[in-house]
């Protein structure tokens, strides 16, 4: 059996016990019913992802999967390629917005090569990044396939991979993303897992203006068009209009539910990997937080289909990298210092409410 196969096999839905017991000491805490609101919504579901009452999410880790896309040679993003690779370099270097942001929320970053378009053996052998590149950018989805299945595959397993070999250390994991030109295939996957119009799910990425917006419309159209991805199959999706951190993305999400740990989930090309895994294996949404609505008008209908009416924050962002995540991490940590630190009515000695 392959490590796909097995890692699919090992997620199950939330402890139902652990749920039910997390529910009945938030009923009994000593505020008025419920009145943390959805952070005690959020405190039920990391009980049932953990299978227990009291839960840690002290060791943070947020995975920067970074990746280039052959769909650039479109103009379908602002920025050229090389942006890619030099934003690797500000992650190391500790200069770039996750930088700021993990550190505040007192997770440590792992950025990953999952196929950036330049060699970046230095910051590898340094043991600077992790090593997992697949290929040097995905094929132009506009032409053809961005990878072969076997591709697809070998993206997937080594998120998977990452998972494993992290949570023996970490309680709860982050999604991040690099990737000039990685809203378009986001888009597409969007589109093949919604059945929502193009019109409707497509943005500016990093700032197009209206007539450039038109154009990458009509991209991702062709895209799918060539390529007939099956909307049942979710390698199928990945090898066809996906991309390599998108893969990545998507088995970190698949071994993470299989190890029984919280997964944040970043913005909109976080959400499409999401969409991968969810596809492969629809047990893992028992497993998400959604950290925030991005600005991609796509975003919504993504987060719905996965079963998220209203993600954490609603905050304007539009960067990926992990940012969203990172912030979404505090209220986490907030949620579960609710479950074990507030007293129930009988620990404190407070009168309950008339019944
Ligand atoms: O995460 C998001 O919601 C998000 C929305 C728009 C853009 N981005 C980031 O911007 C890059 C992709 O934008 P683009 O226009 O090149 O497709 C890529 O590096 C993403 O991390 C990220
Ligand atoms: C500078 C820059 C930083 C980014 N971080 C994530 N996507 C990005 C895109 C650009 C262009």
Redesign the pocket.
């Known amino acids: 059996m392959s490590l796909l196969e097995k890692t699919v096999k090992e997620i199950y839905p939330q402890d139902a016990s652990s749920r039910e017991k997390a529910k009945t000491r938030l009923d009994n805490l000593a505020i008025p019913h419920w009145a943390l609101g959805d952070l005690m919504d959020l405190a039920l579901d990391i009980a049932g992802m953990t299978g227990t009452v009291k839960p840690s999410v002290k060791k943070k880790a947020i995975l920067t999967m970074a990746g280039d896309h052959g769909v650039v040679a479109e103009n379908v993003s602002k920025?050229p390629s090389e942006?890619t690779p030099q934003?690797v370099y500000n992650f190391v270097a500790g200069g770039?917005?996750i930088n700021a942001l993990s550190k505040q929320a007192g997770a440590n970053i792992f950025v990953v090569d999952m196929g950036v378009a330049a060699d970046l053996k230095d910051l590898a052998d340094a043991g600077k990044i992790i090593n997992k590149k697949v290929g040097l950018g995905t094929g132009n989805i506009a032409k053809g396939p961005a990878m072969s299945r076997t591709m697809a595959v070998r993206a997937l397993e080594s998120g998977i991979d990452i998972a494993n070999e992290l949570s023996a250390e970490y309680d709860i994991f982050g999604t991040g993303d690099?990737g000039?030109g990685n809203t378009t295939p986001s888009t597409a996957i969007a589109a093949v897992c919604t059945g929502e119009p193009l019109e409707a799910l497509t943005g500016r990425g990093?700032g197009l203006n209206d007539d450039q917006l038109v154009h990458k419309t009509n991209v991702i159209k062709q895209a799918l068009e060539i390529n007939k991805p099956d909307p049942k199959d979710g390698v199928d999706i990945l090898a066809k209009v996906g991309g390599f951190e998108i893969g990545g993305l998507a088995g970190l999400i698949l071994g993470a539910a299989a190890n029984r740990k919280p997964i944040v989930v970043d913005g909109f090309i976080s959400t499409a990997a999401a969409l991968i895994a969810y596809t492969i294996e629809p047990f893992v949404r028992d497993y998400l937080i959604f950290s925030h609505k991005s600005v991609e008008p796509g975003h919504k209908a993504m987060q719905l289909k996965l079963g998220c009416e209203k993600p954490l924050l609603d905050l304007n962002f539009r960067?990926?990298?992990g940012t969203g995540a990172a912030v979404a991490m505090n209220l986490v940590e907030g949620a579960v210092a609710i479950l074990t630190e507030v007293a129930t009515f009988e620990e404190a000695a407070v009168a309950e409410a008339d019944k």
Request: hydrophobic share 55%; net charge negative; aromatic share 10%.
């Open positions: 920025y942006v934003m770039a917005g690099m000039i990093t960067l990926g990298e």
